[in-house]
């Protein structure tokens, strides 16, 4: 699969999340593998009105990240798309999947699969708008009765999207259930762009099955690296035929040491600690006595004490 002329060495995404995927993950993400990164989402309005919480979270690290925007309104999509090259994303990406309430009830996210005109018509003036590529992100339907993921992925690539990513879920679903894939595997057959799929890769069998079974030109992983970055390296593997060697516990403390430093220095301690709570959360799931370590990551204030409950969780000693 190839986006603005860069080819992916793995066909591995690391699929935009809101709250989860920012520079600090986004980092270690692609040093275990992930091959092309989607920021979280970032409001179009907010942009266009200078909002500086909003910019700080659509600067990029590489050259092989995009900016994942959201909204309803073209010209406000387009207008923030413009605005938005100053930072040198790889693509932009729009979200027509987020399944949240404030999202849904602002016509947003998965909202806009209710219209797919208005889905051309925004993939339409946000690529007349930049030189990059443009994706869509979108889900298999608003709910059973109105699977229509086909339609809108069709109506997006004749507006100019450069590829689309399916979740295999309807927005009614939220994240319950299980990802179907006979949506993505019929979206696949019709669309002459590169189509990701996305939904349950937790392990690299469920990477390869989606591929074989759907015929999909990469894999989008999300909720399964919440606390396991190290997964890309794992599906890489399978993906070459190579032997997958599992980090051992000093190297996972390693990596979430790295994973504290790097979101405290681009943050500082007062925004990042609190943000990181979650993130330390799901590292500790499956770890010896992880409800007590969950507890304790919820009164972290400094990066040393974060720190000093890492070697906690995989048994270092100081």
């Not at 989607?38 to 500086?52: F, H, I, L, R």
Request: aromatic share 6%; glycine share 8%; net charge neutral.
């Amino acid at each position: 699969m190839e986006i603005n002329g860069y080819k992916l060495k793995n066909s591995l995404v690391l699929a935009p999340m809101a709250g989860v995927t920012d520079m600090a993950f986004r980092t270690l993400c692609a040093e275990y593998g992930a091959d092309y990164l989607v920021t979280e989402m970032v409001s179009a309005k907010a942009v266009c009105y200078g909002d500086k919480k909003t910019a700080a979270l659509a600067r990029v690290e590489s050259d092989r990240v995009a900016i994942q925007i959201f909204g309803s309104e073209p010209y406000y999509m387009a207008k923030a798309a413009e605005e938005l090259m100053k930072y040198k994303p790889l693509a932009i990406d729009i979200n027509m999947g987020c399944p949240v309430p404030k999202c849904v009830k602002s016509g947003e996210g998965s909202a806009l699969m209710k219209n797919p005109k208005l889905c051309g018509r925004i993939v339409s003036e946000v690529r007349s708008s930049i030189n990059v590529p443009v994706g869509v992100k979108m889900r298999t339907g608003f709910d059973d009765e109105h699977k229509n993921a086909l339609e809108v992925a069709l109506t997006v690539e004749e507006a100019g999207a450069a590829y689309v990513c399916v979740h295999g879920r309807t927005r009614q679903q939220m994240y319950t259930g299980f990802a179907e894939r006979d949506t993505l595997k019929s979206v696949k057959a019709a669309l002459s762009i590169p189509v990701i799929g996305n939904g349950d890769i937790k392990c690299a069998a469920d990477a390869l099955s989606m591929m074989a079974e759907t015929g999909c030109d990469a894999v989008a992983v999300g909720r399964g690296a919440m606390g396991k970055p190290w997964l890309f390296a794992e599906i890489a593997a399978a993906m070459e035929g190579r032997e997958y060697i599992p980090p051992t516990a000093e190297e996972k403390y390693n990596t979430v040491v790295r994973h504290i430093q790097l979101a405290v220095k681009a943050k500082g301690e007062r925004v990042a600690l609190p943000e990181l709570r979650g993130h330390l959360s799901w590292y500790s799931k499956g770890l010896y006595g992880s409800a007590a370590l969950r507890n304790r990551v919820t009164t972290v204030t400094t990066e040393k004490e974060a720190i000093e409950v890492v070697a906690e969780m995989f048994g270092i000693k100081g």
